[in-house]
């Protein structure tokens, strides 16, 4: 049976607590030793902790890595050494830690510098976590032996250099997290020959030029490049990269102005791509050309007032397409003909002038769908003819720019309605809107409401708590 041996607190005092050597005499069951806001005076050893395959050591005022604490345990596989005042690993700090490790956690230790090597001797090492320091350069050979190495975290350190061959040998790694640093560039073989490289994350540092997001790895499935300060993106941003199995690309907070045609031509089995939180006014036909397996597309909170027609052609297999918090005023004709198999649409947060009879109609398979209008919207007579939604959300503050009917022919499961200024609406907006469950209220009081001066059926449920919305009635839909 495992069993912890846990020493101190996890509030540090200033009367932090002695160990002594003798402490751990007769401790012999034990397969994990947690030491929190402890220090140790004397050769204080664990190496004849035969079963103990967990060390962790949490604000122990270590100044250089405890390598006679941590010697010689056989059978230790996970090491998390934290909150510590190291700033230098050097090629001897785990010479004699045996090569079983598997896991190593080394977070918030002030650590300025790593000496070529020092991690050569774990080979079976899966997982290294060296976040939260002070690294400021990282020098070909840092990670010399760790052929094993699947995960490596190298976030929120200061980062302003990593020399070519930097991640060489580094054959089975899949995920490397780069985030928050302070690099502005990187050289076009940063990543090469990571052969199984699944996931790169790249946001909050200061890339400039896309071209230098090439990656050479044939499994690279995930790719987040946020908080850049990236203007353009072309066919060229990412002409070296391998695009065979990507299937998220998340491009927000970077500051993006324009996308060329073409772009994203190579991503051929992208589901997933987020240009949300950037700077888009426009979107060109053919921007999204060859991303034919898209099933997700998020462009939030840009500026976007024009898209071009035929902007979603063959875009056959998306479900999701999220435009809402932008500047669009009208849609071109049969910009949606194309998505057969939409499922949600998001327009809310626009200035929509004019519904057409055709905008919505070859969307067959919609269930979701969100508006903002202007004061000038016109919706023709039938613009939503045919539709059967389970959800159709709408902005209370915009309601009383509509006429009568202006639903007719719908058919929705709930109608939810944000904002508060709500009750300037015309006699029987919602006539011959068919609502199958209710009608959601987000914060004025349904007490407010008006049924019969509404439009609305009596036996509709009315709810004002959004966060409940109708779980008796339809639980899956929220």
């Given at each position: ?51 103990l395959n967990t060390l962790i050591l949490t604000n122990n005022q ?21 909150k510590q005042q190291i700033d230098t690993l050097s090629s001897s ?66 980062l302003r250099e990593i020399a070519p061959g930097t991640f060489s ?310």
């Amino acid at each position: 049976m495992s069993e912890t041996y846990n020493i101190g607190t996890g509030h540090c005092t200033p009367a932090i607590l002695d160990v002594a050597p003798i402490l751990f005499q007769g401790v012999l069951s034990v397969t994990a030793v947690k030491l929190t806001c402890v220090t140790l005076r004397g050769a204080v050893q664990l190496k004849n902790l035969h079963p103990l395959n967990t060390l962790i050591l949490t604000n122990n005022q270590f100044t250089e890595f405890p390598r006679e604490l941590c010697a010689d345990i056989p059978l230790l596989e996970e090491l998390i050494v934290t909150k510590q005042q190291i700033d230098t690993l050097s090629s001897s700090s785990f010479s004699n830690i045996t090569d079983r490790l598997e896991e190593l956690i080394l977070p918030f230790n002030d650590l300025k510098f790593i000496e070529l090597q020092a991690f050569a001797t774990f080979y079976r090492l899966e997982k290294l976590d060296i976040r939260s320091n002070r690294l400021e350069v990282l020098r070909s050979g840092t990670f010399a032996g760790l052929g094993n190495l699947t995960s490596l975290n190298l976030g929120d350190n200061r980062l302003r250099e990593i020399a070519p061959g930097t991640f060489s040998g580094l054959q089975k790694l899949r995920i490397i997290n780069l985030e928050d640093n302070a690099l502005e560039s990187l050289s076009d073989t940063t990543f090469n020959n990571l052969i199984s490289l699944e996931e790169i994350k790249l946001y909050g540092n200061a890339l400039k030029i896309p071209q230098e997001f090439c990656v050479d790895s044939p499994k690279l499935e995930y790719l987040i490049v946020r908080y850049q300060h990236i203007r353009t993106l072309s066919p060229a941003s990412f002409a070296r990269m391998n695009t065979e199995v990507l299937k998220e690309l998340l491009l927000e907070f970077n500051g993006l102005e324009s996308v060329e045609p073409q772009t994203f031509a190579r991503f051929r089995h992208l589901k997933i791509l987020d240009l949300s939180d950037n700077s888009l006014e426009i979107l060109r036909r053919g921007v999204f050309g060859g991303l034919d397996e898209l099933e997700k597309l998020w462009v939030v909170n840009n500026s976007l007032r024009h898209v071009e027609p035929g902007i979603f052609s063959g875009l056959k297999n998306l479900r999701l397409l999220d435009l809402r918090d932008n500047r669009l005023t009208t849609l071109p004709s049969g910009i949606f003909d194309e998505l057969k198999h939409l499922e949600k649409l998001e327009l809310f947060g626009n200035a929509i002038t004019a519904v057409t009879g055709s905008l919505l109609q070859a969307t067959h398979e919609l269930s979701y769908l969100s508006l903002g209008f202007s004061e000038r919207i016109q919706i023709e007579p039938n613009a939503f003819q045919g539709l059967s939604l389970n959800f159709f959300l709408l902005n209370g503050d915009q309601m009383n720019y509509l006429s009568a009917g202006a639903f007719g022919g719908l058919t929705t499961e709930v109608v939810w309605l944000r904002r508060k200024s709500i009750l300037n609406f015309k006699p029987n907006l919602f006539e011959n809107l068919t609502i199958t469950i209710g009608f959601v209220l987000y914060e004025p009081e349904v007490t407010l409401v008006d049924r019969k001066s509404w439009g609305l059926d009596s036996k509709i449920v009315l709810r004002s708590n959004p966060l409940y919305m109708f779980g008796d009635e339809k639980t899956h839909l929220y």
